[in-house]
């Protein structure tokens, strides 16, 4: 009983958000979001390796 009243419910919150345009801009600004934290870390990851060697042969030169 309780499990149809919740699952109902959910389809109905659900259909609502559906047609609703602040749900839609709210989840491509999610996905933007995401992707801008998908680059930063492949460039945090990259750069660091790279500052990483640096470091190492100005620390074996001294």
Request: a positive charge; charged letters at 15%.
């Amino acid at each position: 009983m309780l499990v149809n009243y919740v699952r109902t419910a959910l389809a109905l919150k659900l259909n609502e958000l559906k047609f609703d345009k602040r749900a839609v801009t709210a989840i491509e600004y999610a996905l933007i979001a995401a992707l801008i934290a998908v680059v930063i870390i492949g460039a945090v990851t990259a750069l660091g390796t790279g500052v990483k060697s640096t470091f190492n042969t100005v620390a074996a030169e001294l």
